[in-house]
């Protein structure tokens, strides 16, 4: 019994502590009043911070939700060979090529944004196009930052793997692409739409790459938020952010209920 | 004679109320501050300059984050046509080349301005005068006494109270410099203050204006090294007031905006119409109404001193000369970071 409640008491202070952030962002968007503080209690009840939510912060939104699942999809897209061909191919120095992969995590947001910014001037300066300040250089920059969280655990779940099930496939008659196809990325699924996640995640929120990217054509939400908050502080930022908060929560609740989250997470024979 | 009233004609074609049509098709890219500023400037300055025809776009980021797009850029077209940028960054500009020449006569607003604010590589739009925020409130409520120096700060009875700009914020240079000068330092020699910041040993250290002004009006920070603009902008929120320790033979120190005309941009008659409108009265207004800062404007520092409640500002001439201008020749930001991180760095 004692142990039961020393469990809930832990489970809910870390509950507490994960949600804490987010009710404080809740409960302070709510409040009239303030105009450069966050006000818990709220001073004054109301929804003024929600109804001044201004249409840049949308635009901005919807911007990045696209970058998130474009950069998530293409570091996915380049994950899948990369990882099949470093766990199964026979090429030299695949530590180092793997150790490689995983760099961008190893270097600092900021040094990769102006590396980036440097990049684009130099391609623009021969070629003539300009990707900075474009949704096209910022999904770029965005697909090498993200492709390691894919690499990942694409690996792990490949280091995982039972080559045999494709070996039975192919001697029932499988072309390759079948097998490929039919086995081996269904059993690649967990891993992937784990890794996909984080990647669109870690995207969505992503500032210093962006801050060098963007410009007066597209500007990433989390930008556009951080632009909005070094100058003074802005309620509407609560608001949209409670707004996101609970579209991410009823999306996630929304899919759990129809689809259920176990297609993406069953692991399978990969097991 | 005639050339003349040609002139003065071309002069009001060029820079006077927009006329419709006069920019169609001109899209021109400003380096700016985000959040509140960029709305001021939208409504004051690219709201009447869409009259004419023509469309204002944002760059936004801090003055040193749109300094780097530009080295960035450097050899291609550059990221905006105007920026507008802070004092100690105005040596980098001209020292990377990175200023074309003004047309003064474009710009018939500068009359309105003191000579010394502007030449053809730039021209002040605002200042911010810097010195201690505090809340008189929690002053009066805890029995402390104004603090009139920077070494008021390190008093015990601030103790956990008292904000500082962090080396990066835009206030740290001129906190610094008005420490040194105040402990026996000056703009070349910053060991005094940072020995005077490690000794008030500040409760945070304000990285951006929303961090102290939600310190300030939720009673956290009871005073700080700040502009006081923060007086203005919080003036709902919080019961502020600012002093101005003494700073050489003066009080106080300016923080100074300018805007610049980026080399390699086009449209040369529509910088400067914008530029103009920068320092037409309802911008500089608004500039300190909406956003806080000081305008330049010698009419608009007429209209806001003769305005009740704005007398925590030194709006006359003489008072905003009698404050301390940095020597930025003396400065080097490089080896201010350096000294800070080793000093009062974690």
Redesign the interface.
């Known amino acids: 019994m004692i142990r039961r409640l020393v469990t809930a008491l832990l489970l809910g202070t870390v509950f507490a502590l994960l949600l804490a952030p987010l009710a404080v962002i809740a409960i302070g968007s709510l409040d009239n009043g303030a105009h450069a503080y966050i006000a818990i209690p709220p001073e004054h009840f109301g929804i003024a911070s929600y109804l001044s939510i201004r249409p840049r912060f949308w635009v901005a939104l919807r911007l990045s939700l696209l970058l998130g699942t474009v950069s998530a999809v293409a570091a996915s897209l380049f994950a899948i060979p990369a990882c099949l061909g470093l766990t199964r191919g026979s090429m030299p120095a695949k530590e180092f090529i793997l150790v490689l992969l995983r760099a961008p995590l190893q270097i600092p947001a900021l040094v990769l944004g102006v590396s980036f910014l440097e990049m684009y001037y130099t391609i623009g300066h021969w070629t003539g196009w300009y990707a900075q300040d474009s949704f096209t250089g910022l999904a770029i920059a965005h697909s090498f930052a993200v492709a390691p969280y894919v690499v990942g655990t694409l690996v792990s779940v490949l280091q995982r793997y039972d080559n045999s099930i494709e070996e039975a496939a192919t001697i029932l008659g499988a072309s390759p692409m079948g097998t490929l196809w039919q086995i081996t990325l269904p059993l690649l699924r967990p891993g992937l739409f784990a890794g996909a996640l984080y990647a669109f995640a870690t995207s969505f929120s992503e500032v210093p790459i962006s801050i060098f990217l963007s410009g007066s054509h597209v500007t990433p939400f989390p930008v556009e938020i951080f632009n909005s908050l070094q100058f003074d502080f802005d309620p509407s930022v609560l608001a949209i952010s409670t707004v996101i908060t609970i579209i991410s929560m009823v999306t996630v609740f929304a899919m759990q209920r129809l689809l259920g989250l176990q297609i993406f997470l069953n692991v399978g024979a990969a097991e | 004679m005639r050339f003349f009233l040609f002139l003065l004609g071309a002069l009001c074609s060029l820079a006077g109320p927009v006329q419709a049509g006069q920019f169609d098709g001109v899209t021109i ?1 400003i380096g700016t ?6 709305d001021v400037v939208e409504k004051n300055v690219g709201a009447a300059f869409a009259k004419g025809g023509g469309k204002l ?6 003055p040193a ?1 749109n300094l ?2 530009l080295i ?2 450097r ?3 550059p ?2 046509d105007i920026l507008e940028t802070l004092d100690n960054l105005l040596p980098a500009l001209a020292a990377g080349n990175y200023l074309a020449p003004i047309d003064l006569a474009a710009i018939p607003n500068v009359a309105k301005l003191d000579s010394k604010l502007y030449d053809t590589s730039h021209i002040m739009v605002w200042v911010t005068e810097e010195g201690i925020v505090y809340n008189r409130t929690v002053f009066l409520e805890h029995n402390i006494p104004v603090p009139a120096r920077y070494a008021d700060l390190a008093a015990p009875s601030l103790k956990g109270h008292v904000s500082l700009p962090d080396i990066n914020a835009g206030g740290a240079i001129p906190a610094l410099v008005g420490m040194a000068h105040e402990a026996g330092g000056s703009e070349a020699d910053i060991a005094p203050a940072l020995a005077l910041v490690k000794r008030i040993g500040a409760a945070n250290y304000w990285s ?3 961090m102290l ?2 310190g ?3 009673k956290d920070i009871w005073a700080a090294a700040a502009q006081a603009g923060n007086v203005q ?2 003036r ?3 019961d502020l007031a600012v002093v101005f320790p003494p700073v050489a033979d003066k009080v106080g120190v300016l923080k100074q905006g300018y805007l610049v005309k980026v080399a390699g941009g086009s449209q040369s008659r529509a910088i400067e119409w914008i530029m103009n409108a920068f320092l037409d009265m309802p911008m500089q207004l608004a500039t300190f109404r909406e ?1 806080g800062q000081v305008p330049v404007n010698s009419a608009a520092l007429e209209a806001l001193h003769d305005e009740p409640g704005n007398d925590f500002l030194r709006l006359a001439p003489q008072d905003i000369a009698g404050m301390y201008r940095i020597d930025f020749s003396k400065v080097n930001e490089t080896a201010y970071v350096r000294a800070w991180n080793r000093t009062v760095g974690p």
């Open positions: 890219r501050f985000g959040g509140k500023w960029r776009e944002f760059v936004l980021g801090q984050d780097a797009r960035a850029a050899g291609a077209p990221p905006f951006s204006s929303s002004q939600t300030l009006a939720s902008r919080l709902h929120q919080a956003a």
